[in-house]
C-alpha cells in the first residue's frame, strides 16, 4: 500500500448527454510510486476520461479514487483545488501556460500558490529551469515560443513543487516526432532519476514504448495491463 | 504573494486585449466627464440663481414686522436699531432699509397697480443690482430736489406709455386710513432681468416713502447681503438673538422664496437620475468587455483551476481586471473633464441658447459657468469605478464556477 500513489476502485463515469456513454466502464487498478505509466486506446475509448478522475477534475459516477490512501470523490470544491495544488501536477496537450506571465512566472505559479517563501521559491524554479534547460527562454511568454519548448515549461510547471504525481493527456499530441521524442526522453530521464511518478496517456507508439507499463483501454474498459 | 501575481495577471490582461480596454475605459471616461461637467454646471447654474435673487431684490436675509412676508400691509411697519441688531456682526457686507407698499400708479395716459418701493439709494447700491439695472436716465440721488425722483420697471414705462422725465402719481392709503398721493418724476428706467420686477415696481426714495405713508422713521423691511451665502445660517440665528421674536419676523432667502429651494431640488433629483443611466451605462459597458475577455480565456480558467487556483481567487483577479479598466476610465475622466472644465470656465454656457424666459432665474448674463466641488468629484469617480467594478463579480463567478473538465477539453 505504502507504494500506490493512485488506486481506482470500479470506477465508473457515465456522461449523461444526448445518449448515455460510459466513458470509463468499471476501472480498478493502481499506479506504484515511481513508476511511468502509459494509458493507449483508441480514440473515445476513454483516456482523458480516466486521466480526468485520477487526477481529481471530475467526479465518478461510481467507485472510488484513492490518492495516497485519501478518496477524493468525497472532496468538495475547493479541498480538491488545494489537493490537487499540493499532490498533482498537470500535463495537457497545449495551451498550458498562462499567456500574460513569461515561462518563469508560469513555473513559479504553484510555488505562489502553495505560499512558498522567496528564497526557496527562487532556488527550486532555478533549478528546474537549469535541469530541463529553460534558461533562454525563461523570460519570454508562452506565445512567443515553441510548442515543443511550451510543453517542457507545461512539465517544468507540473514538476516544480514536487508532487505525488504527474499526469499528462496526450502531451505529445500537438508536437512533431522530434519534438515529441525530446519531451518523452525528458519525462522518462526525470522518473529514472528523481524517481517522479508519470501517467501518460497516448496513442503515438514511440511514446508507449518509453511507457514500463501501458495499460490498453477500450470503450471504458481494460482490455490489457494494470 | 498570491494576491501580487493575481494582480499582476489582471494588470496584464488590461494590456493584452488594448484595443478593447481602450473602448471600455473611454466609456468610463466619458460617462465620468459626464457626470462631473454636468454637475459642475448645474451647481453653477443653481449658485447663480440663488447670487441673483438674492442680488436682485430678496438680500441673503429679510427683517420685518412678524406677518409682513405673509401679508404685506402697511400696518405692518418697525422702527429698527441697525446698530443694536448689527453691531459686531461681520458677515454683514450690506444693509438696506425699505418701505414697501402697494400703489395705483398714473401717467397722462394711463394707470396701474404697482409695487412701490421707498429705497436707501446709497445704500441700495451695495445691498441690490438697482444701480445697476438703470438702463436709461439716472439713478436716484440723495439732495433734496431728487427726493421726487422715482424708478420705474421697464415694461411698465412702457405699459404706462411713459416718456422720460414724465411725472408719475402714485396713490395709497397711509397709516391713518386717509389717502396719500404724491408726484414724482421718473429719473430712471430699470431692466433687472426679472419680468415681476420691471413689469410692476416703482422706487422711490425712502424718505418720502415715510412722508406719503406718515410712517415716520419706521420701515417695512431690512434687507441684508453677506459676505457669503454660507453665512446665512449662523448670521439668522445671531439676530435672532436680538429681536423679540413675537414682534419681529427674521428670514433668510430660502424662507422667502422656497421655490427656488424646490426648483434647485428637483435638479438634485433629475441630476441622480441622470447618474444612474450613466452608471448603468458604464457597468454594461465594462461588464461586456469583461464577458468577452473570459469567454476567450475560457481554456486558461481552466487550467489554472486544473492546477489548484482557488475559485476565489479567480474571482478576485477579475475584479482587479474590472477595477484596473476603472481606475483608468477615473484617470482619463479626470483629464477630460478638466479640459472640458478649462473651457467652460472660459466661455460658460449661454443659458439663453437653450430656454428664453432664462433671465428670470439667472438675470441678464444668462451665461452659467461651472463650479467644481471636491466632494462631488469624489462621488462621481466612486459610482465609476463601483460600478464598474462591481458588475465584473457576475462574470468574475462566471469564470470561478467554470467546469474544469470542459473548459479543458476546449483545447
Ligand atoms: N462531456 C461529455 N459529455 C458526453 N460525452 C462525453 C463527454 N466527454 C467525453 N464523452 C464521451 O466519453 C467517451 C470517452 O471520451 P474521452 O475523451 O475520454 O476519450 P479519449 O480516449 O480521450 O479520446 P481521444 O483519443 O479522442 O482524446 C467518448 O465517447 C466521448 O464522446
Ligand atoms: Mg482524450
Known amino acids: 500500500m505504502e507504494n500506490t500513489v493512485i488506486r481506482l476502485k470500479e470506477v465508473v463515469k457515465i456522461y449523461d448527454g444526448e445518449y448515455k456513454v460510459a466513458a470509463v466502464n468499471g476501472i480498478s487498478m493502481s499506479v506504484e510510486r515511481g513508476s511511468f505509466s502509459c494509458i493507449a486506446g483508441p480514440s473515445g475509448s476513454g483516456k482523458t476520461s480516466l486521466l480526468n478522475l485520477m487526477g481529481g477534475l471530475d467526479k465518478p459516477t461510481s467507485g472510488d479514487v484513492f490518492i495516497e490512501d485519501k478518496n477524493i470523490a468525497k472532496f468538495s470544491r475547493t479541498k480538491l483545488s488545494d489537493f490537487r495544488l499540493k499532490k498533482l501536477g498537470f500535463v495537457f496537450q497545449e495551451l498550458n501556460l498562462i499567456p500574460v506571465l513569461t515561462i518563469r512566472e508560469n513555473i513559479e505559479f504553484p510555488l505562489l500558490l502553495q505560499g512558498w517563501d522567496e528564497t526557496r521559491k527562487k532556488k527550486a524554479v532555478n533549478d528546474i529551469i537549469e535541469e530541463l534547460g529553460l534558461e533562454k527562454l525563461s523570460e519570454r511568454r508562452p506565445l512567443s515560443i515553441s510548442g515543443g519548448q511550451q510543453q517542457r515549461a507545461a512539465v517544468a510547471r507540473a514538476i516544480v513543487s514536487n508532487p505525488a504525481v504527474i499526469l499528462a493527456d496526450e502531451p505529445t499530441a500537438n508536437l512533431d516526432s522530434g519534438n515529441a521524442r525530446s519531451l518523452i526522453g525528458l519525462m522518462n530521464r526525470l522518473n529514472r532519476e528523481k524517481g517522479i511518478t508519470f501517467v501518460l496517456s497516448s496513442h503515438d507508439e514511440m511514446v508507449l514504448k518509453e511507457a514500463g507499463s501501458i495499460i490498453y483501454l477500450r470503450d471504458g474498459k481494460i482490455i490489457q495491463g494494470a | ?411
Not at chain 2, 96 to 118: L, N
Not at chain 2, 239 to 262: F, G, M, S, T, Y
Not at chain 2, 317 to 325: D, I, T
Not at chain 2, 357 to 380: A, M
Open chain 2, 1 to 411: 504573494m498570491t494576491d501580487k501575481t493575481f494582480i499582476l495577471i489582471a494588470w496584464r490582461n488590461v494590456r493584452r486585449n488594448g484595443r478593447r480596454s481602450f473602448l471600455a475605459v473611454l466609456i468610463a471616461s466619458i460617462g465620468l466627464t459626464t457626470l462631473i461637467i454636468s454637475n459642475s454646471l448645474y451647481d453653477g447654474f443653481h449658485e447663480k440663481m440663488i447670487e441673483n435673487a438674492v442680488r436682485i431684490y430678496m438680500g441673503h436675509i429679510q427683517i420685518h414686522e412678524k406677518g409682513f412676508h405673509q401679508n404685506p400691509t402697511i400696518d405692518k411697519r418697525f422702527e429698527p436699531s441697525e446698530e443694536h441688531l448689527f453691531n459686531g456682526i461681520k458677515t454683514i457686507r450690506a444693509s438696506s432699509r425699505r418701505v414697501k407698499f402697494q400703489a395705483m400708479a398714473s401717467t397722462a395716459a394711463s394707470s396701474q397697480a404697482v409695487i412701490a418701493i421707498g429705497i436707501e439709494p446709497e445704500k441700495e447700491k451695495e445691498a441690490s443690482i438697482l444701480k445697476g439695472s438703470v438702463l436709461s436716465g439716472d439713478y436716484l440721488g440723495t439732495s433734496e430736489e431728487e427726493s421726487r425722483d422715482c424708478l420705474v420697471g421697464e415694461y411698465l414705462f412702457n405699459n404706462l406709455r411713459m416718456e422720460a422725465g414724465e411725472k408719475l402719481v402714485l396713490v395709497s392709503q397711509a397709516v391713518d386710513g386717509s389717502l396719500a398721493a404724491d408726484a414724482f418724476r421718473v429719473a430712471g428706467v430699470c431692466r433687472t432681468g426679472n419680468p415681476d420686477i420691471d413689469r410692476s415696481f416703482v422706487w422711490i426714495p425712502l424718505s418720502s416713502a415715510q412722508e406719503m405713508l406718515g410712517y415716520g422713521n419706521s420701515v417695512s423691511e431690512i434687507v441684508l447681503l453677506l459676505n457669503r451665502a454660507a453665512d446665512v445660517e449662523h448670521t439668522q440665528k445671531k439676530i435672532k438673538q436680538r429681536v423679540d421674536a413675537e414682534k419681529i419676523e427674521v428670514l433668510n432667502w430660502q424662507e422667502i422664496a422656497p421655490d427656488i429651494v424646490q426648483l434647485i431640488a428637483l435638479d438634485i433629483a433629475m441630476q441622480r437620475i441622470l447618474m444612474t443611466v450613466i452608471a448603468v451605462i458604464v457597468a454594461v459597458a465594462i461588464m461586456n468587455v469583461m464577458m468577452m475577455s473570459i469567454q476567450e480565456r475560457f481554456t486558461e480558467f481552466g487550467i489554472m483551476s486544473a492546477i489548484g487556483t482557488r475559485p476565489g481567487q479567480i474571482v478576485m483577479m477579475v475584479l482587479w481586471e474590472s477595477f484596473f479598466l476603472g481606475i483608468l476610465g477615473v484617470a482619463g475622466g479626470l483629464i477630460l473633464s478638466s479640459a472640458g472644465l478649462v473651457f467652460f470656465y472660459l466661455h460658460g454656457v449661454n443659458l439663453a441658447s437653450f430656454s428664453a424666459g432664462v433671465t428670470k432665474f439667472i438675470g441678464l448674463d444668462t451665461r452659467v459657468f461651472p463650479i467644481l466641488k471636491s466632494q462631488q468629484v469624489i462621488i462621481s469617480a466612486f459610482i465609476v469605478l463601483a460600478s464598474s467594478t462591481l458588475i465584473s463579480l457576475f462574470p468574475a463567478l462566471r469564470a470561478a464556477h467554470m467546469d474544469t473538465v470542459k473548459a479543458i477539453r476546449h483545447i
